[in-house]
């Protein structure tokens, strides 16, 4: 390990991720742009994952390897390798995804030139369990420099940009996202990292592919179909998973409305930003187009949480179904 304090962080949490880290993390090591670490927080993992990490580190000095004791669940591994990280730059990189050797070169170019872009990310590729990648064409129009955080905002949720949640595995300045709430243990965590980065400045899209996205039986998202299968969902199973993953202390049955909870949380968000009363209006009267996207979703989470009130004196034994945990 040299004394060095490199200008960019890539940080990899990651749970049990044998079966793609290594190309992760090969991926990071083949970047054009040179000054950069790789900090990798293993949460406890009980597959391959120590000893893929191990025999980077041990090879490069580039790569930093820490281990939890114990599994932390999703965010607060999120927040430890942030933690970890020394640079001026960071950026997030799940331990099933991959760089193009592009990527750092073109997003500190971004930062370098713009001050007041606060995040920049790419356009992205997509992949199945084939090697074969396609565009994620979704991915194209989401740049974010308009020159008031009003207009962003008003642009992040009309054009259905919070969900996808396109910017949040790009790159960071460091003292700004540390100035949010980071990855917190809520379902959404990630739309309320972007949303208070948009907040603070500008965030800007580089019209180039530069970073692949995998979707894989033990992704989050692919998880968490599973579990939303049948009636699961208006028991309320599915939710309560979705967020035992992002903390383990929420493994137990209660009541969850993700949904709601994120409605509640982007006005939380508006109202303690340092914008305009009529700016923090209009923001919040933009949320009337998630309302009308989501609508369903919100009414199922109402008849589910009458289901799980009624139901609580039986919750442990459907608590067998929060055992299973994708790679993070």
């Not at 999120?78 to 640079?87: P, S, T």
């Amino acid at each position: 390990m040299t004394d060095h304090t490199p200008r960019v962080s890539i940080g990899i949490p990651v749970y049990n991720g044998e079966k793609y880290l290594a190309e992760a993390i090969d991926s990071a090591l083949s970047q054009t742009y040179s000054d950069f670490e790789v900090v990798i927080a293993d949460n406890a993992s009980t597959d391959a994952t120590p000893e893929i990490c191990k025999s980077f580190s041990d090879k490069d000095d580039r790569v930093r390897y820490v281990r939890n004791p114990e599994n932390l669940g999703a965010s607060p591994n999120y927040r430890r390798v942030f933690e970890l990280a020394r640079g001026e730059y960071f950026c997030w990189m799940p331990a099933d995804e991959a760089m193009l050797p592009g990527y750092l070169e073109k997003l500190v170019a971004v930062l370098d030139r713009e001050p007041d872009v606060v995040l920049a990310f790419p356009r992205y590729r997509i992949r199945n369990n084939s090697e074969a990648t396609r565009p994620q064409k979704d991915s194209s129009n989401a740049d974010l420099r308009q020159p008031t955080a009003r207009q962003r905002v008003n642009k992040m949720f009309r054009e259905r940009i919070v969900g996808p949640n396109w910017p949040i595995f790009g790159l960071y300045r460091k003292t700004v996202l540390a100035q949010t709430q980071l990855l917190r243990p809520l379902i959404g965590a990630d739309d309320y990292v972007t949303l208070q980065m948009a907040l603070k400045g500008q965030l800007g899209q580089v019209p180039e592919e530069l970073y692949v996205l995998r979707t894989h039986a033990d992704a989050w998202h692919q998880a968490r179909y599973k579990q939303s299968k049948g009636l699961a969902r208006l028991f309320g199973t599915e939710t309560v998973w979705a967020a035992a993953w992002f903390d383990p202390a929420n493994k137990r049955m209660k009541v969850v409305f993700p949904h709601w909870r994120r409605l509640r949380e982007f006005i939380l968000l508006f109202w303690r930003s340092d914008e305009s009363p009529r700016d923090k209006v209009s923001m919040t009267l933009v949320l009337t187009s998630y309302i009308a996207h989501h609508w369903k979703r919100l009414g199922v989470e109402v008849v589910a949480g009458f289901i799980q009130i009624a139901t609580l004196p039986f919750a442990s034994r459907r608590t067998r179904r929060l055992d299973a945990k994708p790679t993070q």
